[in-house]
């Protein structure tokens, strides 16, 4: 009969570049070998072991949770904690160790724990030439909770080394027990575990030498084998350390932040008495009925469920906000609902959406609802900072998000560590474009000019394979803040952030969601930066006080323009897909725009409910409903699901499925695609659906809609949020293009489109745009008088490319003493470097003060930079007589400065050679009938190839007269992938295809033409 076994030291590739298995991958191998239990121990590290804890949860396996340190003199110990207590302590020990260390390093001592760490167990783990001083010291750090841990690893002296280890033990008092260093969950992943040990230290495999571990035997060893290598009383031992270990996750317990409370307040009468303070201010003609009753259903379950200090700490951050002027909204079920419209942390009315409000509270799931706060991407940073602040370092962090490996880096480093040239693994690397997933493909290879047979590049890719996923490092979330009424590095560690000012904590969202810990999201959003840069320049124009809020709603004339798909720089809608579907949806109503956010994602797409809506709304198919119940849940969208959460209550009113069992479905949609875990709802769903008298047909069909959403189903909520601000920045782009057009520029990057296409667009709808000029720009782009009276552009400094900041703030300080008279006294009142001043000259900006862009150049080389008396002579008669640029010189000159030009468009002078090569332009393209033959070229400004496209990519082509929208399905897209990836000017011969409004060009064949544009340096967006 096989003893017992608990591995008590186990690292996971959370120990960076070192473990060469998932966590759970280590959890499924201990099941499976039938260990007794398991400890995940990264080093000085916590960040694998939530999803260690889930997988043992499902497979029934006790699991430990522990860390590896070295110190400062070299003693390696291992730390699991027993308790709930000696948890928080040892969360606290890393989080010394690493804060006093810079990102990603750690720094401990044995001053550190000479009083020991309460409630830890501790292992030492000694050297190969172990010292009996380490031991004495553990066992006097630790009284009764120390062992010596012997790791037996098939190693030329195991037994001379087990001989020293009881030695030691007699001499100190303290018992040996068995552990493995396990690195990997099977031995088959050595290969990788010395590639990653290549990639840590920087030098290829071949090179290591000690650095490598000389044998695979740092795996999860099955227990007989473990059985011929270490004594039985080992063995044994690891059952007793194991057994004191009782500790789990599921005992971490949040605490919400208490003083946001005034005193003589609870939680619960303070968020009623601002939700119904909010209220009157909503609906100053008196509160409606449905709105109050929604408001005390809410304000009951969260009573219930003791949230309201979740609802009062994103109340208290909103308000931050608004105070200091910020744009914000929420979204996210519980940010759409009527408590948080009240609070005013969303513009969204619930009265007019059907959100399932279980979908954020549940009594089933007891944990925190959902808000997501979206602030202005400029600003967001104040709103951080007031919360560091608010709740000091030891109570706020950020959470982290794991940097995995994607095929290039995985290539990359992968290609050295295995001592491929730099060359090689450039070449490698550029064989992978960002649409081919992520393995190598033959081909690729044998392109970039390698053998795929050849056993050094077979190797390479099969570690690729592995790699790609990996963890490479902790990054910070976007916005993702976690806030705790005690010392939040109790209850996960925390370390700084490479960013100054910033400080993270171990675990990313998907483990603060599994445990039920409480994240306020405080994410940024670049069209609220555009948004309040629009309105501020309207205001500022016109001396008008017009807020988001003032909008008109439902505006006809906006709908029109998105009927046109005339949406370039709309927020959400301006994509291509989105640009296609805009004149097939017709949106009408504010309703409209919440399913057009929603309709053209992933989950829809898979889930084949695109055409049937389209069908249904234009009346070519008929809306029927196999029952009531889902008539109510699915009428608002002709009897087709959009949402997630209509998927949600499908499996509560024709499956009977409670809630929080709805919730559990959405969270294995979200996950089924990366780990599966859908499979144990199908049987529930169809014999729920059979047993309530619907078809197996319907409930086949709603299971694999249900699949079709693992891929990406948008929420009801962030879309009607969503829908406002595509509604706003329609709007503006609508009645202020002006204004909407220089926010756009001044809130770069931003969206689809390059500064040269807002301008294009905004010139085609009538709007003035004028050079960046010295005499007259801003460092952003604003506004001024055009010559009919409405506003035009002024293009800012900051268009220039390569001139520093700095520089502007010279150029605006000296302007404020007067204008500049001429050359001279620019050079001499801005004393700008040499850099500068060439950047400013290149940029076309000293026009108005040195005639063309080649007198500014030699204006600007003869210049004076240093700093030096103001007496500088302008001497005209050293000014030689230069050639005036031509006008093609100077597009070139512009797009290479500003890359963008306000004179011609470059195709324009290229139209007569096109003509020749019978290319024909947008505008003749648009007029095309279905089916025509047709050549056509364009500057290529994006690149789409999305996942559910099955291999079609999509191409944006941009000349004179508009834009040409080209298909490229996927055997063309191989065969002639250089044309495709690497034109800038690229040849189309192809056939349009006309459905309504929505034409597109379907390629049959590239041609790379880039060598016409000369010196013109163009951009394009690659993106899936």
């Known amino acids: 009969m096989l003893p017992g076994y608990a591995e008590l030291h186990c690292l996971t590739n959370y120990t960076f570049l070192s473990g060469a298995s998932h966590p759970e991958e280590q959890v499924r191998q201990a099941a499976r070998l039938g260990y007794a239990a398991l400890a995940i121990t990264d080093e000085c590290s916590v960040a694998g072991v939530v999803r260690a804890f889930v997988e043992a949860r499902a497979v029934g396996l006790r699991l430990i949770v522990g860390s590896e340190f070295r110190l400062d003199d070299g003693v390696k110990l291992v730390l699991l904690a027993e308790s709930l207590n000696g948890y928080g302590n040892l969360c606290e020990l890393i989080t010394l160790a690493r804060r006093r260390s810079r990102k990603g390093a750690y720094r401990l001592a044995r001053a550190d724990l000479e009083r020991g760490i309460d409630e830890c167990l501790a292992l030492w783990i000694p050297g190969d030439a172990p010292e009996a001083g380490e031991a004495q010291w553990l066992a006097g750090a630790f009284p009764g909770r120390a062992w010596i841990a012997v790791e037996l690893l098939r190693g030329p002296d195991d037994r001379f080394h087990l001989d020293r280890l009881r030695a030691i033990g007699s001499a100190t008092g303290l018992r040996l027990v068995a552990a493995g260093d396990v690195h990997m969950h099977v031995r088959a992943r050595r290969m990788l575990q010395n590639a990653l040990t290549a990639i840590r230290i920087g030098k290829p495999v071949a090179q290591a030498g000690a650095a490598l571990y000389p044998n695979g035997e740092r795996y999860l060893r099955p227990i007989g084998r473990l059985a011929r290598v270490y004594p039985p009383e080992l063995l ?131 944990e925190p609802p959902d808000i997501d706060v979206d602030f202005e991407h400029q600003r967001r940073e104040e709103v951080m900072q007031y919360m560091f602040e608010k709740y000091g370092r030891d109570r706020a962090a950020i959470t982290a998000t794991v940097i995995t490996y994607r095929p290039r880096s995985a290539l990359r480093d992968a290609g050295k560590a295995l001592g491929f040239s730099l060359d090689q693994v450039d070449k490698l690397a550029e064989a992978m474009s960002w649409w081919d997933g992520s393995r190598i493909k033959p081909e690729q290879l044998i392109e970039a000019g390698f053998d795929p047979e050849n056993p050094a590049v077979h190797l390479l890719r099969q570690i690729v394979d592995e790699l790609v996923g990996f963890p ?87 709908y029109d323009m998105l009927c046109r798909a005339d949406s370039i720089g709309v927020f959400q809608v301006e994509s291509r897909a989105q640009m296609a579907m805009l004149p097939r949806l017709r949106p009408r109503c504010y309703y409209d725009l919440v399913i057009e956010v929603a309709i053209v994602r992933p989950g829809p797409i898979q889930g084949g409910m695109v055409h049937p809506y389209l069908k249904r709304r234009e009346g070519s198919e008929r809306v029927t409903y196999p029952s009531p119940d889902v008539r109510q849940v699915l009428e608002r969208t002709l009897g087709v699901s959009i949402f997630q959460e209509q998927v949600m209550q499908i499996a509560v009113v024709a499956a009977g499925f409670t809630a929080g069992e709805a919730d559990r479905l959405r969270r294995a949609m979200a996950a089924w695609r990366r780990k599966g875990g859908l499979e144990p709802f199908q049987r529930r769903l169809i014999e729920g659906m059979l047993a309530r008298g619907y078809s197996r047909d319907y409930a086949e069909q709603i299971y694999q809609m249900i699949r079709g959403f693992g891929e990406y189903g948008f929420p009801e909520s962030h879309a009607a949020s969503f829908a406002l601000l595509v509604y706003v920045s329609a709007w503006l782009k609508c009645h202020e293009p002006a204004a909407f057009c220089a926010a756009l520029l001044n809130s770069q990057p931003l969206g689809f489109y390059s500064p040269s296409q807002i301008v294009q667009d905004a010139r085609r709808h009538g709007v003035e745009v004028r050079a960046v000029d010295v005499s007259a720009s801003g460092w952003d782009c604003t506004l001024e008088r055009g010559s009919d009276g409405k506003p035009a552009v002024r293009l800012g400094l900051r268009m220039v490319k390569g001139l520093t900041q700095e520089a502007g703030v010279r150029i605006l300080s000296a302007r404020g003493f007067g204008a500049f008279r001429d050359v001279a006294d620019f050079f001499a009142r801005t004393q700008l470097s040499r850099h500068d001043l060439n950047c400013i000259a290149e940029a076309d900006a000293l026009r108005t003060l040195a005639g063309h862009r080649r007198d500014a150049l030699w204006a600007a080389l003869g210049a004076e930079t240093q700093k030096a008396p103001l007496q500088i002579v302008h001497r005209a008669e050293m000014q030689p007589e230069l050639l005036t640029p031509t006008e093609g010189e100077d597009i070139v000159a512009d797009y290479r400065r500003l890359g963008l030009t306000l004179r011609r468009h470059p195709l324009e002078l290229l139209r007569p050679r096109l003509r020749r090569l019978r290319l024909s332009c947008a505008r003749e393209v648009q007029a095309a009938r279905h089916g025509q033959l047709v050549r056509a070229a364009g500057i290529v400004t994006c690149r789409q190839r999305p996942g559910t496209a099955s291999g079609v990519t999509f191409v944006t082509l941009e000349d004179e007269t508009g834009c040409i929208n080209v298909v490229v399905w996927r055997d063309l897209a191989e065969r002639q992938r250089g044309q495709l990836l690497g034109s800038s000017l690229l040849g189309v011969y192809g056939k349009i295809e006309r459905k309504g409004e929505v034409i597109h060009l379907i390629a049959g064949k590239l041609v790379d033409y880039s060598r016409l544009l000369g010196g013109v340096v163009t951009t394009s967006r690659d993106c899936h």
């Open 236 to 366: 044994l031992e690891t059952l007793e350390v194991a057994g004191r270990c009782r500790f789990s996750l599921d005992q971490v317990k949040y605490e919400y932040p208490e003083e946001l409370v005034p005193a003589g307040e609870t939680p619960a009468s303070h968020l009623r008495r601002l939700t119904l303070s909010g209220a009157a201010h909503r609906y100053p003609a008196g509160v409606p009925e449905r709105a109050t009753r929604l408001v005390e259903h809410e304000l009951a379950l969260i009573a219930e469920m003791g949230y309201e200090p979740y609802f009062l700490t994103v109340h208290d951050i909103v308000r931050f906000a608004r105070e200091r002027g910020i744009l914000c909204q929420g979204r996210g079920s519980a940010a759409n609902s009527a408590v948080c419209y009240c609070l005013g942390i969303t513009e969204v009315d619930p009265d007019r959406m059907q959100v399932l409000f279980e979908r954020f509270i549940s009594k089933e799931r007891n």
């Open 472 to 558: 490479r490092h902790l990054s910070q979330h976007t916005g993702g803040f976690v806030l705790d009424n005690r010392r939040l590095s109790r209850l996960v560690p925390i370390e700084n952030a490479a960013m100054p000012g910033r400080t993270v904590i171990q675990w990313d969202k998907d483990d603060l969601d599994a445990l039920g810990l409480l994240k306020v999201d405080v994410l940024a959003l670049g069209m609220l930066s555009c948004i309040r840069r629009t309105l501020d320049l309207v205001n500022g124009c016109d001396g008008r006080q017009l807020r988001m809020q003032d909008i008109p709603a439902e505006d006809p004339a906006i």
